[in-house]
């Protein structure tokens, strides 16, 4: 368990630390791409003014006030830092913007010409684009090799690293714990911090799933060492609360299943008992007895191997039944058909619903006949020679209706007389039987989708209700 706790944990650290360098590289890109894009734009936009300022431009035959007064009503309208110089190369005028950065000696700057039509030309000046580090060294007056390269770099236009990014990106990346560094390192230093944040986070979560699978671990142990009524959480809505549910419902089948085998042996065993105990009896007394006596014995030793096989088999198909194993390949059965011949087998009254011609259930045949046959034995070993086979469909269901006039079944014990080896207070040994009739009755019913029960007989006797969905049609 530990060892898949440490899996999902460095499975996910390495996952994340994948995600997070692969973001990193994409990021750069991205921003080189952006620098490009953001030089390409200045470049054009340098340009475009120039050819504005060409047009709006008085003549080169006006007067050097003119072309001065020109340039600098067009120089604040552009706020350009641009100066105009004569054919020979002289200044004529300059904005006062360009006048600014022309003296501004800390910060490097970049310079394009561009020729006009008449000889004239137009001297673009504006700041070099710098990384943050190097720019801030440049504001507090330092002097550092990389500010010197710019500098020197920044003669001629298109040299350098561009034009200089607008406030707001110097202040993208100086975050307050980071200080003023280049865009890369702040990039890989806030990935590293994230990336130990998550980590930090998954552990409790990891550690808590992993905590939870080894609870169910040591309960599957604590049930597998004979604690069957051991039980493990189950709260929550994720895969692990439902494997611990469908653990505490096989558990719960399980002991269920168990316990009733351990019942049906304890009480199989002691229905064992009597029969052996009287066929022990009879075989003692076979050598001494005469040719009467020995008819009577040899006729009750039959009586008890009778027994015993009927005890033997209930007690096996009983068994089966509990052990829930799927049921054999169902089967239409016809009620009314099966329901005629057990009648007249037992030499019980029958009588199906007015108007009802056929009625027909899924299940195994052989099951659905022991069931009935059951019901219809009982009624004639404790109800006396009046047995009533009814038939019936109430609203999809199929009912089979057994009734006797016999001394009927308290009230109290309607429920438990279908218990494995429960009998009636009375009811000796003698009337036959064995307690197992009516208890695979109703695992029968169960195992059909249907259900028994017992109910008082208007005038006296018990009526037993076998109830099955019907087939359609």
């Known amino acids: 368990m530990k060892s898949l706790y440490l899996r999902i944990y460095l499975t996910l650290v390495v996952l994340l630390l994948a995600f997070a360098f692969g973001s990193a590289w994409l990021f750069q890109r991205h921003i080189e791409q952006e620098r490009g894009s953001v030089e390409v734009t200045a470049n054009d936009?340098?340009?475009?003014?120039?050819?504005?300022?060409?047009?709006?431009?008085p003549s080169?035959?006006?007067?050097?006030?003119?072309?001065?007064?020109?340039?600098?009503?067009?120089?604040?309208?552009?706020?350009?830092a641009v100066a105009l110089m004569d054919a020979k190369g002289q200044r004529i005028a300059a904005t006062e913007l360009f006048r600014r950065r022309e003296s501004d000696d800390s910060m490097p700057m970049l310079s394009q010409q561009v020729a006009l039509r008449d000889g004239r030309s137009l001297l673009l000046l504006r700041p070099r684009r710098l990384p943050p580090a190097v720019l801030a060294q440049a504001r507090e007056g330092r002097e550092t090799r990389e500010l010197r390269e710019a500098r020197e770099g920044g003669r001629e236009f298109g040299e350098g690293r561009g034009i200089l990014a607008p406030p707001r990106d110097e202040v993208l990346w100086r975050l307050p714990f980071l200080g003023p560094r280049p865009n890369g390192q702040a990039?890989?230093?806030?990935?590293?911090?994230?990336?130990?944040?998550?980590?930090?986070?998954a552990y409790p979560v990891v550690r808590r799933l992993t905590?939870?699978?080894?609870?169910?671990?040591?309960?599957?142990?604590?049930?597998?060492?004979?604690?069957?009524?051991?039980?493990?959480?189950?709260?929550g809505t994720d895969e692990v609360a439902a494997l611990a549910s469908s653990f505490n419902r096989a558990a719960a089948q399980l002991e269920t299943l168990l316990r009733s085998q351990q019942t049906l042996l304890a009480n199989a065993s002691h229905e064992l008992r009597s029969p052996l105990a009287r066929l022990k009896m009879a075989f003692s007394m076979l050598d001494e007895a005469g040719p009467a006596q020995r008819a009577k014995l040899a006729s009750e030793i039959h009586t008890n191997i009778a027994?015993?096989?009927?005890?033997?088999?209930?007690?096996?198909?009983?068994?089966?039944?509990?052990?829930?194993?799927?049921?054999?390949?169902?089967?239409?059965?016809?009620?009314?058909?099966?329901?005629?011949?057990?009648?007249?087998r037992v030499g019980a009254d029958f009588e199906p619903a007015e108007g009802l011609s056929s009625l027909k259930v899924s299940g195994e045949d052989r099951l659905?006949?022991?069931a009935l046959r059951n019901l219809l034995e009982n009624a004639r070993?404790?109800?006396?020679?009046?047995?009533?086979?009814?038939?019936?469909?109430?609203?999809?269901?199929?009912?089979?209706?057994?009734?006797?006039?016999?001394?009927?079944?308290?009230?109290?014990?309607?429920?438990?007389?279908?218990?494995?080896?429960?009998?009636?207070?009375?009811?000796?040994?003698?009337?036959?039987?064995?307690?197992?009739?009516?208890?695979?009755?109703?695992?029968?019913?169960?195992?059909?989708?249907?259900?028994?029960?017992?109910?008082?007989?208007?005038?006296?006797?018990?009526?037993?209700?076998?109830?099955?969905?019907?087939?359609?049609?």
């Open 211 to 235: 905590r939870r699978l080894e609870a169910l671990k040591q309960g599957v142990e604590q049930f597998g060492a004979g604690e069957l009524a051991h039980r493990v959480d189950d709260q």
């Open 381 to 473: 070993r404790y109800g006396g020679s009046e047995v009533l086979l009814g038939l019936a469909c109430l609203e999809g269901v199929a009912e089979l209706r057994v009734s006797d006039r016999g001394p009927g079944v308290p009230e109290a014990m309607r429920e438990r007389i279908f218990e494995a080896f429960f009998r009636l207070p009375g009811h000796a040994e003698q009337a036959g039987g064995v307690g197992l009739g009516l208890s695979l009755v109703k695992q029968i019913a169960q195992r059909h989708g249907g259900q028994v029960r017992c109910e008082g007989r208007q005038g006296g006797g018990s009526v037993f209700v076998l109830s099955l969905p019907a087939l359609p049609g």
């Open 45 to 57: 936009r340098a340009l475009a003014m120039a050819e504005l300022l060409q047009l709006a431009l």
């Open 60 to 80: 080169a035959e006006a007067s050097r006030e003119q072309q001065a007064a020109a340039l600098e009503d067009w120089g604040q309208r552009l706020r350009m």
């Open 307 to 344: 027994e015993l096989d009927a005890l033997v088999e209930e007690v096996l198909l009983a068994s089966r039944l509990d052990s829930g194993l799927p049921r054999d390949a169902s089967e239409t059965v016809d009620l009314m058909g099966l329901a005629a011949e057990e009648a007249a």
């Open 368 to 370: 659905l006949r022991r």
């Open 187 to 201: 990039l890989v230093i806030l990935l590293v911090l994230l990336f130990f944040g998550v980590a930090l986070g």
